[in-house]
């Protein structure tokens, strides 16, 4: 069985998030610690809108003097927002909201494709130098852009990327075809998040309009982004599918693609699985999930059929 950590994504935290005050999010890093783990993942643009509540969230809490490990993310999403000054400008105002002068991982959380890459990793590299970050990190960048950077941390003795956060679960799985072969030539961890598909797995059926402020509400950008990547008849057929197996042998969707993602699928030793909840029940049930054992064989070869019909659907795994 191969060695998945469990990391807490605090996307969630912050006034105008899902846990809206520090004391709530308290109880959700108690319930995760109590597990025993001890690493959290945030970004600069959390949560989305309101960007840096989450890591203000994170700060007031002093987290880093408990044992918590932080993993976050720069300024992303924008034009120019990789030059050099943009990140150390980035970094600066992320590691006062986050109270702390050094994080785990730090993450370019998507490519800036107008800023040359060079430049982007030697403003890294420096970071590196002056002791800001231990692991060097890339999210939602294509296999091809992966390897721009090894081969740059190569030629240059640059700090070269170690972790790679990406979109995995039993409808995204793009990323085996490209990516995984990548990362696992150059020794590069990955750390899924989107386990459970935002919900889509357990709280949305064919023909039922998701509640108002749900992952899936039309009237905000992240429920019209989760649209996009599940609202499609193959999706919702093989939720029914999914519903069928799981009925028969007593166990969640959710639980299934918990284990699913721990047990049965590429994620090796070394990588993790980024969990997150609006309820602390749900974080429970999560970890309770991740706790057990490998799945019945009949809904193995389900997903795997699944995974045939529905691949043309499938959402990228980057930008």
Known sequence: MPAVDVILGTAGFGE???????????????????????VVDTAYV??????????????ILDVASRGIQIDTKVRSFENHAHTAESIKQSVEIQFKRLRVDKVRTLYLHCPDRCTPY?????????????????????????????????????????????????IYNMFSRLNEQELFPVLHQHKINFFAFSPLAVGFFSNVR??????????????????????????????????????????KYNVSNNSIALRWLKH?????????????????????ENLTSLSEGELPEEILNVINEIWDDIKNDAPAYAR
């Open 206 to 247: 064919r023909g039922q309009e998701p509640p108002a402020g749900s992952r899936f509400d039309p009237n905000t950008r992240q429920g019209q982004r989760s649209r996009e990547r599940y609202f499609k008849d193959s999706f919702f057929d093989a939720v029914e599918r999914i519903d069928a197996v799981s009925q």
């Open 16 to 38: 105008h998030g899902r846990i809206t005050t520090p004391a709530l999010a308290r109880d959700f890093l108690d319930t995760f610690t109590a597990a025993g783990h001890y």
């Open 264 to 284: 049965h699928s590429q994620l090796a030793d070394g990588d993790a699985i980024i969990i997150g909840a609006s309820k602390i029940q749900q974080v429970k």
């Open 118 to 166: 060079s430049d982007t990793h030697r403003a890294m590299n420096d970071l590196y130098l002056a002791g800001k970050f231990e692991r060097f990190g890339l999210s939602n960048f294509k296999a091809s852009e992966v390897e721009i950077f090894v081969k740059m941390a190569q030629e240059n003795g640059w700090i070269k990327p170690t972790v790679y956060q990406g």
């Open 46 to 59: 959390y949560p989305g809108g309101f960007q840096g509540e989450s890591e203000a969230f994170l700060g």
